[in-house]
């Protein structure tokens, strides 16, 4: 196992095979660091396990168990009562993509959280199945370009609302749900760590932007996490037994289009009157979300725009060698 | 002393078919004997007509088949009489009781070549409050034709019942002696 | 000690017995009593186990996944639909080589829905990698669920103990439950080399690419080959400390001289035996065979205890829709690649709760009677006349 970097686990190491940009990478590089050595890790089929394994290679330096799409709740939760009343203190983690986790997982993960298992189930959200060539999700968002939402005479993307998963997890008497994004590192550092001070089922929702799926600059991944959270479409909000506890006060308002226009996939808004129309679609759903959660006047530790600076200015705060986050 | 004696139980589901076909089976093992029971179960909810079977014998039960040719049919509902062909198969000599006020009579005519009809929903009303007929026509069974003891039978009941308290326990083990007396005397012709 | 039980408890009692540390199950008739005396056993302080009510049989599979991938013996039963349900996971446990252990309550897979007992839901599954033992009585049923955690761990690979629903399930019987010390001595805690463990962190369930799958594979169908052996020293070393045997792969009755064989699995057998002793008495030379373990099929062990046989009639509770009887072709197949020509009747019947009855099993043995080539396919045992009258020529 390789820990020469003493800054850092590297429980997802380097020479994986991830796309260059890749905002689930990042997002799952940070998160396994964070939690530590002491963990195992249960996967969903998705990106996340197809670039990280490869024939007898794996990128993970951290126990990881990968079974088939649906299942990874219910694989944690059996891992987790294996575990039940034995020595030794090791956590368990949940890694799913937004189709392990909205979709055909949300039956498993339901009942993961039913039965109190401790267990930080994380899904990287990236809006749509890329791992098969960008098919639409139940996450995809509103009037997004996938291959099975596309754009067409009769069409203006995907016609259905992302789901709201937070809220679905949070009416389970969850004790801990928040959402995080890999555009702010403090906030996803501190959602982490309380996460794992708590027992009990927790949830936390990583918006982690796919270049090849999104059609944006490879470059400009961090760019595009940030503006979803700046423009009120991707709120960071933290909910504990159902009830809002914390909320990422947003600096400034940010219109919809400077997040949209960045991103071919909805390239197709901007071409007519009809995509004007999604347009203020759009705005109207980062508007309620900047309603609901008072992102503009919330009284927090801070905001968006400290956040960032937090953020460019130094390391990022990463856990020390052996996981101390704990 | 025995070879295999098989025995078919009728009822309505709710009656206790089922678990009179357990408790003789459990009794007929407390008395040293093999012992099979189970059920033809169905989909059935309370008040459709189920059956139960029981096997004893003196040496290994190896068939699972249901019972064809029995030594001995319980009905535990006397309507059923009217729609369920509950005497089929029944082997010469062999005893049909019914839990019935008068002289059983099947829709179609056929007669048992041993009929034996007890009162069992007023023996149970009587002491339970409620009918259920199939510990006494399970005693009247043991009474009538000796294939179980009834202490193996009171062994099983009071085993049964006991998380239900000693009352309980104490009315089943009256309504077993009532209904081992009415087979032992009704049953030996 | 022997008791009188119904076959669900006595099959909860064996599984107590062996210890398992995570139970994970979804009711489905006719599996539902032996979840539930095994809730009871835990919620009564005795079995210290992790009851987990999953929401699914899906889940309920993945439970026990992810439980033995921790180093945790573990069991699970289902049925019918919810086996069904299972299948993904089913062959990703097989595939992950993971011993777990689990009760198939046989019963027909719809539509049209049926409760009742047949083989077609773990038949089906009979690729799935997992070891497959069929029981004829609640006694093989205690004994082979013991002996199936230690398979299961000496081979790495899933056995699933299959038992008539019904049949078997709501029958009491008498049987004999060994002592918890003799199992505990029989049976050591499992100690499972890939277990997921921070202090050596493994990968299990990666990708693989078209460059070593086929190996992976090669390896499984090995592995369920070599299991055979392990099955047959398990049952014998069951024997030397128990006292008991039902057979290891396949058992033989009367097969001595015997010119007619009837084969088939499941608690159908008992009946066959009591035909088999009855024709025997009118001087037909008749045995049977029940054939204990589908998977790895014994193929070799087949041809040898046919050796003498002059025509087979396989009697199996379950269909190939489309071609017939699953264990009649696999027999023939095995018997032509020893070069032996010996005709093998494949007769389809008990389907959906059925009962096969003495009569029927009489008729499979008089229909085997006859002469020259046996039928491609399968016939149907008690197909209904009036049906029969309704679809001529099938």
Known sequence: MDRRDPFRLNALTSGHRACSGCGQAMAARMVGDLIGPDAIFVNATGCLQVFTTHNAQSAWQVPWLHSVFANAAAVASGVEAARRGLPGSERVVVQAGDGGTFDIGLQCLSGMIERGHDALFVCYDNEAYMNTGVQRSGSTPHAARTTTSPPGRLSEGKRHLKKDMLAIVAAHHMPYAATASVAFFPDLKAKVEKAMRLRGPRFLHVFSPCPLGWDHDAAASVQVARLAVETGLFPLVELEYGAVTGVMRLAQRRPVEDYLRLQGRFKHLFKDAHGAAELRHLQALADANIRRYGLLDATTAWDTGEAGRAQRGGRGGYAPAHGAAS | MMTMRQIRFHGRGGQGAVSAAALLSLAAFEDGFEAQAFPKFGSERRGAPVESYVRISDRPIRSHTQVYAPDAVVVLDATLLRSEPVLRGLTDGGLAIVNAEGEPEMATGEVAPRWLAVTADRISIEHLNRPLPNTVLLAALAGASGWVGLPALETVVRRHFGRKGERVVGANIEILREGYRLGAAGGST | MRRQLEGSRAVAEAVRLCRPRVIAAYPITPQT????????????????????????????????????????????????????????????????????????????????INIFNDHQDSLSLRDAGWIQLYVESNQEAVDSMIQAYRIAEACELPVMVCMDGFFLTHTFEPVELPEQAQVDAWLPPLRFSRALDPVAPATLGGGSEPDNYLEYRRAQHQALDHAADEIVSTAAAFQSTFGRTHGALIDGYRLDDAERVLITLGSVMGAVRDTVDALRERGERVGALKLRCVRPFPAAGLV?????????????????????????????????????????DGFVGGLGGRDLTPASIEAVFAASAAAGPAPIGCQFVDVDAADEAARPGE
């Open chain 3, 33 to 112: 009593h032996i979840v539930e005396h095994l809730s009871q056993m835990v919620a009564d302080g005795e079995l210290a186990a992790e009851c987990i009510n999953t929401e699914s049989e899906f889940a309920a599979a993945s439970v026990a996944l992810g439980a033995v991938a921790a180093g945790a013996r573990a069991y699970t039963a289902s049925a019918a639909q919810g086996l069904l349900l299972m299948t993904e996971v089913l062959f990703n446990i097989a595939g992950l080589r993971l011993p777990v252990v689990m009760t198939c309550a046989n019963r027909a897979v719809g539509a049209p």
């Open chain 3, 304 to 344: 040898h205890a046919l050796r003498g046989a002059r025509r087979v009639a396989v009697l199996e509770k379950a269909i190939s829709a489309g071609a017939g009887g699953i264990i009649a072709a696999e027999l023939r197949a095995a018997m032509h690649a020893a070069g032996i020509a010996l005709p093998v």
